[in-house]
């Protein structure tokens, strides 16, 4: 029998864990940035060091988090079921923990791309992107992430991946930010939802789903424990 497949959509919930700020939450990153001074192109070409050194903080911060037991349970969940991460994150958490099939939809920390050419795109590192670090084609290399305003590259090809769960599990986003959080209504009619998140998800998009109010570290080793002995969702 084919392995069912899991959709994975994260947000920065699954990354709270592992002591990265979320967005939202009180003293998210919003608060200690105005998103629009920061991650929107106009922000980038009024003051260009401001831009690259909040995403040099971001980067640097890579180097002192891990996985936590949420990104690593998605990883086992991969023992019996196909499992394709789709994730608004752009830390390299999933990566780390050793999942097999990411699809960061808003960019990537640890890669940058030309200013001049949003294809050029290459892998960085952990290390700052400074004023003058050009890319082939002579233009600043700047951060590799989608900002507000910017068109999503990879909505088409993550809303085709939706269309062929088998269920889909929703893990620590708001679901505030679109086109990505249209993803939930892409699935097939009769597919499931789950959704662990602590939070209310008041206002989400989500009707009649299975609402884990659990963090995901706490949640996701017991909810993938009980399928995996399944074998099934
Ligand atoms: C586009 C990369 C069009 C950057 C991000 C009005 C004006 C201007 C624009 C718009 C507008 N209205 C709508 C728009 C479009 C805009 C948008 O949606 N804005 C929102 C704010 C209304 N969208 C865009 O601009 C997109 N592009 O529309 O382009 C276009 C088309 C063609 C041609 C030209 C243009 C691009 C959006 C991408 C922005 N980039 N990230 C960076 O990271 O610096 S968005 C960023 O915020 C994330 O990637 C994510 O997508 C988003 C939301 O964050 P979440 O991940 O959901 O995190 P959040 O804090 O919100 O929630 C955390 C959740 O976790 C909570 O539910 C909490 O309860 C839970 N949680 C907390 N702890 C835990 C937990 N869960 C589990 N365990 C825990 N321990």
């Known amino acids: 029998m084919a392995k069912q497949h899991i959709v994975v959509l994260t947000g920065a919930g699954i990354s709270a864990e592992s002591g990265l700020k979320t967005f939202r939450d009180n003293d998210g990153l919003w608060e200690n940035y105005n998103v629009y001074e920061v991650a929107t192109p106009e922000a980038y070409s009024k003051d260009r060091e401001l831009v690259l050194r909040f995403y040099n903080q971001r980067r640097a911060q890579l180097t ?3 996985p936590n037991a949420g990104h690593l349970a998605l990883q086992k969940l991969e023992d019996k079921f196909k499992v394709s991460i789709i994730t608004q994150n752009i830390d390299d958490l999933h990566e780390r923990a050793g999942s097999s099939d990411i699809h960061h939809l808003h960019g990537e920390l640890v890669k940058v791309q030309s200013t001049r050419n949003p294809n050029l ?3 960085w590192g952990y ?3 400074e004023i003058g670090d050009k890319a082939p084609d002579g233009s600043q290399w700047r951060p590799h992430v ?4 910017e068109p999503v590259p990879g ?3 993550a809303a085709k991946i939706c269309q062929t769960a088998d269920h889909l599990l929703v893990v620590g986003t708001s679901l505030a930010v679109y086109p990505a959080a249209g993803l939930v209504h892409e699935i097939a009619p009769g597919v499931n939802v789950t959704v662990v998140d602590p939070g209310e998800m008041e206002d989400s998009p989500i009707r ?3 609402h884990i109010r659990k963090s ?3 949640a996701l080793p017991e909810l993938i424990e ?3 002995d399944r074998g099934m969702v």
């Open 64 to 66: 002192e988090v891990k």
């Open 121 to 123: 795109v290459e892998h």
């Open 127 to 129: 290390h700052p992107v």
């Open 146 to 149: 989608v900002w507000f305003g």
């Open 155 to 157: 909505i088409s090809k």
């Open 208 to 210: 009649g789903a299975n």
């Open 216 to 218: 995901a570290a706490s």
């Open 226 to 228: 009980k399928w995996l």
